[in-house]
């Protein structure tokens, strides 16, 4: 078994005056997929908010290579090398494609053979290179929120439901990226409803339900019993299928 | 993507005042509107910026101001000779002395209020209104304290004093020279925000802060470099702005300040671009009017805003999704 | 209405009591006066706590309103229409103006944020300010406007001949009664209001604005409304003002030293209580009276020493005023009323 890059055990997080978070414990593995399923409102985007800082979780740990983030600020973790695509892209609207890549570089700029291998990865960014990102259609603002995260080397990436509203032409040309991701062994944290998507690149598999882990295993093992997916992630999913 | 209308409001309403004056008053008028403007604009862009990037509305920004108007009357007191010497390298060592002054005793003052007043109300708008009124209250006592009630008179360097001619109209050299240090300032502003990464961080703050920070950026920091620039151009814009007028009272900056909050709305909070319009536009409407109609001079400033905010609700240039 | 503290029902009631006593508790003409201006505070700080602590929004225009009230019983006065009628004429004028003018403002401004309102607020009473002074046909410029009551309200009018327990019965004991209780009834209809379901509605969009548009109600209409009530209200209590100094001035009613008064009776008392605001009103007046005369003693005791004197002069009064208000935003939100509420 890999090495876990990032842990969390106990994972307790409030958003104000509500209780969202009861307890989450999962981890993921250096160098593999993670999927992490669930209805709707089920807390996984808070659970990544936790991991990035966003919130601050109220009581637990969150390892993550070697060290506990749980209590440290945005910054700091991101610093750590961890990039994060929300769920709502993040893309800067009045900023053009140039720029939104190059704000996640470092104090150098672009690194060419980096920006050449992401060009080629979503060959429309180049298209689009010095245009405002405001103007990109969805899909593209998608790609552009994953080239950002990738255009430096990265530990690991924490991405949030990226096939969420965009058209299944599109969603095809994502899987084919992240496949190419996985194969160079990136780690990589990816929410997301589409159980297709999760079948092509989850390695292993947790399954959330009211701000709690319910199911943890191999993706593998998941894929091949309806009546687990059925019982742990409902219609929603039956419905894709 | 950007709107053009905006864009066209400056010379619509210098187009509209032209039929109504002769030639060289409309001339002359213009020049003092668009002076007054980059005071103005020296003195809001501050605000507007830091409310862009931290949501922070800062009341008491009037009070750096007043205080770099007397900075500067407090420097060029000793320099009376330089000041009235013919020569404009003496002038302009001592105007240089003094707006730098301006420039960072306001800038240390605005770190001391960052870290003093504004850290604590971070995301509350009710007790940052609260707490920044009640921060100006003081701060305009203690500059009354120290300087008095009484109006300053302040000179303006001997080789600005005149004025020249242009187009049959009689320009004051200050107000040229307003003109052109604005358009400096302005300048670089532009070139940081727009060239480096700091200015690059600052936009995509303005728009997104919690996907800065993901991205790695100690967006608290930056903002308190902001803040400080913020307020050191603030002092400045005092400082200009009381030679101007040639007399400083501890009235100064609460005056400015209700320009300065119709220039930020105007221009739509956050946006250095439409801080830059807005001002131009305010300084032009007070001018043009303040010749037409004395009496409406402020009126029709807060006309103006009117008219726009029933256009366009969020400003001329609305920034980011708040 | 929630339970209050013992401690705090006790300093009501004995707000109250005073009050409803004073010319018999406290005779004289000064301290008279002084407790109706404490009457006529309450009004204008519970008014504005409406905004400020039921809305959760910063107007600087409430002195406006205050003058709006103030200079509609003054002109009609000072222009020798001298009667019952002209006052109430005036006032009413005052307080539809300002409704109107407070509602233009927020329809105005809430579209957007909150924050433009308190900026528009800025520019909008210093217009206010500067118009009362320019136009001096009508507002009597800087100088202001001086008239006379009807005769029941002059200090030489007898409604008794003999005193009332020593107090005599004349045009002053009205003219305070009167204010005092319609000071008490639109405290108790501001009671009312905020305890109706639609100060339960402002209530809830102040904690949490998105919730309550998600649960369907037009929070800008809401908002809108209350200012207008607000505004009103501060009219009528500017038309008492007019009433009690019989002079209506831009510094009496439109500076910006009254604005920061009603700021720290709020503040000091605690927002979003009314009752809070009423006691503020109180401790302010009075340190008014009884601690700017204070500090003219330690002023001159001190006049030889260098820098103090210059801090303790009478005129820095707003220093520590402004001091004693940031400390109380930052420690103590809830003021006076939050005080007890915790223990
Ligand atoms: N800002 C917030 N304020 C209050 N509740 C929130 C907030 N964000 C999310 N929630 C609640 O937390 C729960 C989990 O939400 P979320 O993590 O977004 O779920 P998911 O990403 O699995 O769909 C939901 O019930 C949601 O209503
Ligand atoms: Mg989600």
Redesign the interface.
Known sequence: MADLLLTLSGVHTHIGPYHILHGVDFAVPDGEVTMLLGRNGAGKTTTLRSI?G?WTPTAGQIRFAGQDIAAM???EI??LGIA?V?ETM?I????TVR?NL???TG?AGFKPHKLAEVLALFPVIELKFNQ?A??LSGGQKQMLAIA?AIIEDRRLLVIDEPTKGLAPGVIVQLIEGFQRLKAARTTILLVEQNFEMARALGDSVAVMEDGCIVHRGAMADLAADTALQEHLLGLSLGALQ | MKPVAPYLLLPVIMLLAFPLMSGPSWIALTVAGLAMGMMLFLMASGLALVFGLMDVLNFAHGGFITLGAYIAVSVLAPLTGWVNAGSWELNLMARAAAMLAAAIVSGAAGLAFEAIVIRRVYGAHLQQVLITVGGLIVADQLIVAIWGTQPLPLQKPAVLRGSFQLGGAAIETYRMAAVVLGLLVYAGMHFILNRTRIGLVVRAGVENREMVEALGYRITRLFVGVFVAGSALAGLGGAMWAQYQETVTPAIGAEMMILVFIVVIIGGLGSIGGCFTGALLVGLTANYIGFLAPKLALGSNIALMVLILLWRPRGLFPVGGR | MTRQHPVLRLLLLSLFLALAFAPFLFPGTKSVATASRICIFIVLAASYDIMLGYTGIVSFAHTMFFAFGAYGVAIPLSRGWIGWDAILVGTIVGAALAALVSAAIALLSLRVQKIFFSMITLAVASLAQILATQLRDITGGEDGLTFSLPAELQPSFRFLADPIFGVRADGRLIGYYLTALIALALFLLMQRLVASPFGTVLQAIRENEFRAEALGYRTIVYRTIASAISAAIAAVAGGLMALLLRYVGPSATLSFDVMTDILLMVVIGGMGSLTGPALGAALVVLAHYYLQPFMQMGFDSLADVRILPALIHPDRWLLWVGTLFVLIVHFFPAGIVGAFRKH
């Open positions: 990035m966003l600020a945005t910054p991101a610093r994060y929300p993040g800067f609207t009045q900023l720029e190059l704000l996640a104090p405002q405001g103007g950002r």
